[in-house]
Nanobody
Framework: VHLVESGGGLVQPGGSLRLSCAASGFTRDDYVMGWFRQAPGKEREGVACIKSSDGSTWYTDSSKGRFTISKDNDKNTMYLQMNSLEPEDTAVYFC????????????????????WGQGTQVTVSS
């Protein structure tokens, strides 16, 4: 499985960004994908996750109400729409996927997915 993120950049507080994760190589129809982030000096944490088969989603407290995860199955691409960005959202954002984790909530709980992208930097600063 190959994952490639894009869409990061510099944005002012209160602004928006949309991250994309292009996926390829899945051999199973049912898998979970998610967005994680890691700020300097901090552990990698889950942001939002989605299950491919039914579109169920899970948001961690850091993203709930401001971020929206979605997936275009025709394009095999996952998105993270981030609104009302804050300086605390500054981090490297990673796309991850796993064939055997059963739920979006479980996927987001710990950064243990089998497949990872290279990450994209998001900086929120005035």
């Amino acid at each position: 499985v190959h994952l490639v993120e894009s869409g990061g950049g510099l944005v002012q507080p209160g602004g928006s960004l949309r991250l994309s994760c292009a996926a390829s190589g899945f051999t199973r129809d049912d898998y979970v994908m998610g967005w994680f982030r890691q700020a300097p000096g901090k552990e990698r944490e889950g942001v939002a996750c989605i299950k491919s088969s039914d579109g169920s989603t899970w948001y961690t407290d850091s993203s709930k109400g401001r971020f929206t995860i979605s997936k275009d199955n025709d394009k095999n691409t996952m998105y993270l729409q981030m609104n009302s960005l804050e300086p605390e959202d500054t981090a490297v954002y990673f796309c991850a996927a796993d064939d055997y984790i059963l739920t979006a909530q479980a996927m987001c709980a710990f950064p243990v997915g089998d497949y990872w992208g290279q990450g994209t930097q998001v900086t929120v600063s005035s």
